[in-house]
């Protein structure tokens, strides 16, 4: 069982913010800015990619109004609502989650480049591939 299953179930300590019979929210271990925050479904899937549509939709509910709740308590500037896929994107717990990060300067602990690439072009029939249908 991995550790945000034992978390789920109460086997290992958590600092919890929300439950319901579906997901669980809670502080990160290793927070990176106050109000850092954990949002997992009970049931294990890897990754987002996997996860249950309904299960994201109840997470993105409860995300916003964390959100909401937050920003009265806590009053940041902003916030960021992530999930890392796969080792390449930074995913070290393979038990889907969201982070929840309230922002409070751009001198917090999150750093997040967007580095432009000036070397990604498209051609016609590659966005025709990227098109959802
Ligand atoms: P990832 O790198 O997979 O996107 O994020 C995993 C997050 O889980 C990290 O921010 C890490 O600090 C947090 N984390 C890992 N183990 C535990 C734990 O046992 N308890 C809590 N509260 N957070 C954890
Ligand atoms: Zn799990």
Redesign the pocket.
């Known amino acids: 069982m991995c550790?945000?299953c034992k978390?789920a179930n109460h086997e290992?300590p958590?600092?919890a913010v929300y439950e319901d019979d579906q997901i669980l929210a809670?502080?990160?271990?290793?927070?990176?800015t106050k109000g850092?925050t954990?949002i997992i479904p009970k049931q294990h899937f890897d990754n987002f990619s996997d996860c249950d549509s309904e299960l994201v939709k109840h997470i993105h509910e409860v995300s916003k109004d964390l959100v909401k709740h937050y920003q009265s308590i806590l009053n940041p500037k902003g916030f960021n609502l992530l999930?890392?896929m796969n080792t390449a994107a930074?995913?070290?717990?393979?038990h889907v989650?969201f982070?929840l990060i309230p922002r409070y300067d751009e001198n917090d602990g999150l750093v997040l480049l967007f580095n432009h690439d000036d070397s990604v072009q498209y051609t016609k029939e590659e966005i025709n591939q990227l098109i959802l249908k």
């Open positions: 550790v945000f978390i290992i958590s600092k809670f502080l990160d271990i290793s927070p990176v850092h954990l999930s890392n930074g995913q070290s717990v393979f989650h982070h």
